[in-house]
Each structure stands twice: as structure tokens, then as C-alpha cells.
């Protein structure tokens, strides 16, 4: 996944660990928690290599990562 931080343009490449449901937490760590900290507004890209169509899904989530759009 490619994480973009429209905070300070930061961008890097990293892997997705699952956090308990409902939680809304999105935790950047190592060294790219240097990159990219508590309280940037992100933007989360993720990529898929299919032989059938995929429909790309775009949400849209408020300050508590609750889904608004």
C-alpha cells in the first residue's frame, strides 16, 4: 500500500496489520512513523493485480476515521 501524508508530502510504501474492528485506528510505525505522524491527514492507496475486473473504491472518512463518503 502507498500511504501519502497531505500534512508534510511525505510518502512511502508499507504493509497493512489489522486493528481490533471498530476502532478506527490507523498507526504508522518504524521508521516510518518518522515520516509520517499522529494527527497528519492521509491519503491510503491500495493496488490489486487481477485477471478480472476489479471496481476501484474510493471512502471517505472524518477526524475519528469514521466513514462519511
Do not use: D, W
Not at 491527514?41 to 466513514?67: C, D, G, H, Q, Y
Amino acid at each position: 500500500m502507498l500511504v501519502v501524508s497531505l500534512t508534510n508530502g511525505a510518502r512511502l510504501e508499507t504493509y497493512v496489520q489489522p486493528a481490533a474492528p471498530g476502532t478506527g485506528e490507523v498507526v504508522i510505525n518504524g521508521a516510518a512513523a518518522h515520516l509520517i505522524q499522529k494527527g497528519h491527514r492521509i491519503i491510503i492507496m491500495s493496488f490489486a493485480l487481477s485477471e478480472t475486473p476489479v471496481t476501484p473504491k474510493r471512502i471517505v472518512l472524518n477526524e475519528k476515521n469514521e466513514i462519511i463518503g
